[in-house]
């Protein structure tokens, strides 16, 4: 039976205790309803398996949003702990459940306004006489403002509120230790090579080849590694990425091959959003009334001029992040080639990122020294930091490029 | 008249120098004083090189209707040899209604007819261009109180590290500040006039960095940082300088117009970076570019002291250009 938490890949234990908790809130549900309890979480009738706040960790790919929405599914399934099929699973899963709300920032940052309307929805009693569930993605992005407005409703819940916080980690730069305090912690592991693939042929129909070779080259990102082996325009840019280290001949070769790694983030990007801006942006002027005459219009189209302006400011916003996560995307890439050239020339027992760039890795390998690899890939894996750590895309990879040519 | 007889103007005034805006102001001012002598004074200007001596003995002869005469020549080291001889003549026993006044670049050219008017007496004015920054802070502090204000040698250094040392523009910068204000200016009143010029800064301290400048690049950092310019597009900007002088010199040798279009660059910022790409190698390009990438992270908000953080990069981007043949 492919229940919600078939989509986590190699996650056996955090399935369990997410089983065991939404087997609990279930008890606590039917216990209300039934008029045998206060029906809070926390309660000691249910040995605490049930909490109001979590946090899912774990690296990217690693399926930390996967989880929490399907945790979310579970507490909303009519038939148990998850089913799958009911209503109250299938809405939670297409986004559509009324009591479901899922945080998604657009932005680099979630802000305190957004913050505190939500708190403020979260805490209606749920229309579907359950829980209401509170998704947020990417909580390390939360502001300080929001993270205070957070953590005042995580200190004092309303009784059916549940919120689900998704981070890379539980270090202080991901999330508040006083939120973290507040909260259990669902840890989830990288999940193995062979893990992803079996999945991707089981799930999605890849041919075991096709996919073994996606989920090395994904390095544990099941998303990643199923665009990789459906997607022939990500295939193609990641190939593009890894004739990088070939094209490195010299300072100015680095100069281009930084930009065209710039320019390609920034198309990948444009095109991910593209769509998605013209949708929004045709949604607000038929809400606008926009073309319309007669009395009024004019001071409405007044008022409108600033929404869509407002509408660009956040359009800009998630441009930027999509260009960044592009670019990191293609930095991970190749770091794993410089990692691949770094294991062969220790011969270390361990399997290659990129099957397909084997030759060329071996070739390095024979010419470099481990120390000038592990310069290169020192390189890349800095020059992510500096990216995150708001350096001009531009600068952080020109000076990528010439170490690398450098070594 | 035995009053003004004090005021009586110098018969013949030698503006010595080049300095177009210092030169053009001498004159003026002999101009006025001959004026302030005879409101009515007859006021003539000629270029020396145009001139014969028998116009200027016409122009030197007394007038029919008396009254003083200013006769202005100007650009004096071109005149002819018989008009030198005839104007030294005429030195030795000038009229005292009539005030000449002769500009001359002060250069060898027409050396002879400077020292001679010198040697016959003649009140010298220098006009020369300002040497070293000294001057060009007593040139500000002076123009402002010309104008009637007040400011210190801090104000004065700040404007110039804002507005640059074209005696033109600095006087242009000190009658705005002046006519914007009660004549108190500090140097924060610079610094809010001059912000804006936040490129012009950055690309200064790149500049004198690429060429291995250090105390030039230092100098016009710690003046951009006083008047105000963020730090932000400082570090960029010396992040453009070494990525043009890289692929500059990365492309080759080849005519500025030719490289232009590939390099995406114009031709004169193409020309400039060949003549900044001497002295670099591709190994020190690199450890510049990283210099300037670190720079950046820590101008973000990585470091506690953003003026620091542009110091040491500037000094570490100079020091690689020193270090070429290190690695
Ligand atoms: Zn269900």
Same mark, same amino acid.
């Given at each position: 039976?492919?229940?919600?938490?078939?989509?986590?890949?190699?996650?056996?234990?955090?399935?369990?205790?997410?089983?065991?908790?939404?087997?609990?809130?279930?008890?606590?549900?039917?216990?209300?309803?039934?008029?045998?309890?206060?029906?809070?979480?926390?309660?000691?009738?249910?040995?605490?398996?049930?909490?109001?706040?979590?946090?899912?960790?774990?690296?990217?790919?690693?399926?930390?949003?996967?989880?929490?929405?399907?945790?979310?599914?579970?507490?909303?399934?009519?038939?148990?702990?998850?089913?799958?099929?009911?209503?109250?699973?299938?809405?939670?899963?297409?986004?559509?459940?009324?009591?479901?709300?899922?945080?998604?920032?657009?932005?680099?940052?979630?802000?305190?306004?957004?913050?505190?309307?939500?708190?403020?929805?979260?805490?209606?009693?749920?229309?579907?006489?359950?829980?209401?569930?509170?998704?947020?993605?990417?909580?390390?992005?939360?502001?300080?403002?929001?993270?205070?407005?957070?953590?005042?409703?995580?200190?004092?819940?309303?009784?059916?509120?549940?919120?689900?916080?998704?981070?890379?980690?539980?270090?202080?730069?991901?999330?508040?230790?006083?939120?973290?305090?507040?909260?259990?912690?669902?840890?989830?592991?990288?999940?193995?090579?062979?893990?992803?693939?079996?999945?991707?042929?089981?799930?999605?129909?890849?041919?075991?080849?096709?996919?073994?070779?996606?989920?090395?080259?994904?390095?544990?990102?099941?998303?990643?590694?199923?665009?990789?082996?459906?997607?022939?325009?990500?295939?193609?840019?990641?190939?593009?990425?890894? !004739?990088?280290?070939?094209? &490195?001949?010299?300072? *100015?070769?680095?100069?281009? +091959? #930084? /930009? @065209?790694?710039?320019? $390609? =983030?920034?198309?990948?990007?444009?095109?991910?959003?593209?769509?998605?801006?013209?949708?929004?942006?045709? !949604?607000?002027?038929?809400? &606008?009334?926009?073309? *319309?005459?007669?009395?009024? +219009? #004019? /001071? @409405?189209?007044?008022? $409108? =001029?600033?929404?869509?302006?407002?509408?660009?400011?956040?359009?800009?916003?998630?441009?930027?992040?999509?260009?960044?996560?592009?670019?990191?995307?293609?930095?991970?890439?190749?770091?794993?080639?410089?990692?691949?050239?770094?294991?062969?020339?220790?011969?270390?027992?361990?399997?290659?990122?990129?099957?397909?760039?084997?030759?060329?890795?071996?070739?390095?390998?024979?010419?470099?020294?481990?120390?000038?690899?592990?310069?290169?890939?020192?390189?890349?894996?800095?020059?992510?930091?500096?990216?995150?750590?708001?350096?001009?895309?531009?600068?952080?990879?020109?000076?990528?490029?010439?170490?690398?040519?450098?070594? | 008249?035995?009053?003004?007889?004090?005021?009586?103007?110098?018969?013949?005034?030698?503006?010595?120098?080049?300095?177009?805006?210092?030169?053009?102001?001498?004159?003026?001012?002999?101009?006025?004083?001959?004026?302030?002598?005879?409101?009515?004074?007859?006021?003539?200007?000629?270029?020396?090189?145009?001139?014969?001596?028998?116009?200027?003995?016409?122009?030197?002869?007394?007038?029919?209707?008396?009254?003083?005469?200013?006769?202005?020549?100007?650009?004096?080291?071109?005149?002819?040899?018989?008009?030198?001889?005839?104007?030294?003549?005429?030195?030795?026993?000038?009229?005292?209604?009539?005030?000449?006044?002769?500009?001359?670049?002060?250069?060898?050219?027409?050396?002879?007819?400077?020292?001679?008017?010198?040697?016959?007496?003649?009140?010298?004015?220098?006009?020369?261009?300002?040497?070293?920054?000294?001057?060009?802070?007593?040139?500000?502090?002076?123009?402002?109180?010309?104008?009637?204000?007040?400011?210190?040698?801090?104000?004065?250094?700040?404007?110039?590290?804002?507005?640059?040392?074209?005696?033109?523009?600095?006087?242009?910068?000190?009658?705005?500040?002046?006519?914007?204000?009660?004549?108190?200016?500090?140097?924060?009143?610079?610094?809010?006039?001059?912000?804006?010029?936040?490129?012009?800064?950055?690309?200064?301290?790149?500049?004198?960095?690429?060429?291995?400048?250090?105390?030039?690049?230092?100098?016009?950092?710690?003046?951009?940082?006083?008047?105000?310019?963020?730090?932000?597009?400082?570090?960029?900007?010396?992040?453009?300088?070494?990525?043009?002088?890289?692929?500059?010199?990365?492309?080759?040798?080849?005519?500025?117009?030719?490289?232009?279009?590939?390099?995406?660059?114009?031709?004169?910022?193409?020309?400039?970076?060949?003549?900044?790409?001497?002295?670099?190698?591709?190994?020190?390009?690199?450890?510049?570019?990283?210099?300037?990438?670190?720079?950046?992270?820590?101008?973000?908000?990585?470091?506690?002291?953003?003026?620091?953080?542009?110091?040491?990069?500037?000094?570490?981007?100079?020091?690689?250009?020193?270090?070429?043949?290190?690695?």
């Amino acid at each position: 039976m492919p229940d919600v938490f078939a989509e986590l890949v190699g996650q056996d234990d955090a399935v369990e205790t997410l089983r065991r908790a939404a087997r609990a809130a279930a008890a606590l549900v039917a216990a209300a309803d039934s008029g045998d309890g206060v029906g809070a979480p926390g309660d000691a009738a249910v040995g605490g398996a049930m909490t109001h706040a979590w946090i899912f960790t774990g690296p990217p790919g690693s399926g930390r949003s996967v989880a929490a929405r399907a945790f979310a599914a579970a507490l909303q399934c009519h038939r148990g702990t998850g089913c799958g099929e009911c209503p109250g699973c299938h809405t939670t899963l297409a986004g559509t459940h009324a009591d479901v709300r899922l945080v998604v920032p657009e932005g680099l940052s979630i802000g305190v306004a957004d913050m505190r309307a939500l708190v403020l929805r979260a805490a209606s009693t749920p229309s579907g006489g359950r829980w209401q569930v509170v998704v947020i993605e990417d909580a390390d992005r939360l502001t300080e403002g929001a993270g205070n407005a957070l953590l005042k409703a995580i200190e004092e819940p309303p009784p059916r509120t549940v919120f689900l916080l998704c981070t890379p980690s539980t270090h202080p730069d991901d999330i508040s230790v006083t939120i973290r305090s507040r909260c259990r912690v669902v840890a989830l592991r990288q999940p193995s090579a062979d893990a992803v693939a079996s999945v991707l042929t089981s799930r999605d129909g890849v041919p075991a080849d096709v996919a073994g070779w996606a989920a090395a080259a994904a390095q544990g990102h099941v998303g990643r590694a199923k665009r990789l082996a459906g997607d022939p325009e990500a295939r193609k840019r990641r190939d593009a990425v890894l !004739a990088v280290p070939r094209r &490195l001949t010299g300072v *100015g070769a680095a100069f281009d +091959a #930084a /930009s @065209a790694l710039i320019e $390609a =983030a920034e198309a990948e990007a444009e095109a991910a959003v593209a769509e998605l801006d013209a949708s929004e942006r045709a !949604a607000l002027q038929t809400a &606008l009334g926009a073309g *319309g005459t007669g009395r009024g +219009a #004019a /001071s @409405a189209m007044r008022g $409108a =001029a600033g929404q869509i302006k407002d509408l660009e400011r956040r359009q800009k916003s998630r441009a930027t992040r999509a260009q960044r996560d592009a670019l990191d995307r293609a930095l991970v890439d190749l770091a794993g080639f410089y990692r691949d050239v770094l294991t062969l020339s220790m011969r270390a027992p361990v399997a290659p990122v990129h099957t397909d760039t084997a030759a060329l890795a071996s070739a390095a390998a024979e010419k470099w020294s481990p120390e000038a690899t592990l310069r290169r890939l020192e390189a890349v894996l800095a020059c992510r930091q500096a990216i995150q750590a708001n350096v001009k895309p531009r600068i952080a990879v020109e000076s990528m490029m010439l170490a690398l040519w450098r070594g | 008249m035995a009053d003004v007889a004090s005021a009586n103007p110098a018969p013949i005034v030698l503006v010595l120098g080049d300095e177009e805006l210092l030169a053009t102001r001498a004159v003026a001012e002999a101009v006025e004083r001959g004026r302030a002598a005879d409101p009515g004074a007859d006021v003539r200007e000629y270029e020396a090189g145009a001139l014969t001596p028998g116009e200027v003995a016409e122009m030197l002869s007394p007038s029919l209707f008396g009254g003083r005469r200013v006769l202005v020549l100007r650009a004096g080291q071109d005149a002819r040899k018989d008009l030198v001889t005839a104007l030294l003549g005429y030195a030795k026993n000038p009229d005292p209604d009539v005030t000449l006044v002769v500009a001359h670049a002060g250069g060898a050219k027409g050396k002879a007819f400077a020292d001679g008017l010198r040697a016959a007496g003649a009140t010298v004015v220098p006009a020369g261009k300002l040497k070293g920054h000294r001057e060009r802070v007593a040139f500000v502090r002076d123009e402002i109180r010309r104008g009637g204000g007040r400011c210190t040698d801090d104000t004065a250094e700040a404007l110039i590290a804002a507005v640059g040392t074209d005696l033109r523009e600095l006087a242009a910068a000190c009658a705005q500040l002046l006519a914007d204000t009660d004549g108190k200016i500090g140097a924060d009143t610079v610094a809010r006039y001059y912000r804006g010029r936040a490129e012009v800064s950055g690309f200064t301290v790149a500049d004198a960095a690429m060429i291995g400048d250090v105390p030039g690049a230092l100098e016009a950092l710690r003046w951009a940082l006083h008047v105000g310019v963020d730090p932000v597009p400082i570090a960029d900007a010396l992040a453009d300088g070494v990525r043009t002088v890289a692929r500059v010199a990365a492309a080759g040798r080849g005519s500025p117009f030719q490289l232009a279009s590939s390099l995406g660059m114009p031709a004169w910022k193409i020309e400039k970076a060949q003549q900044r790409a001497r002295g670099w190698t591709p190994e020190a390009l690199v450890d510049a570019m990283h210099a300037a990438a670190e720079c950046n992270a820590a101008v973000k908000g990585g470091a506690d002291d953003r003026g620091y953080a542009l110091e040491r990069a500037v000094v570490a981007v100079a020091a690689a250009r020193q270090g070429s043949a290190r690695r």
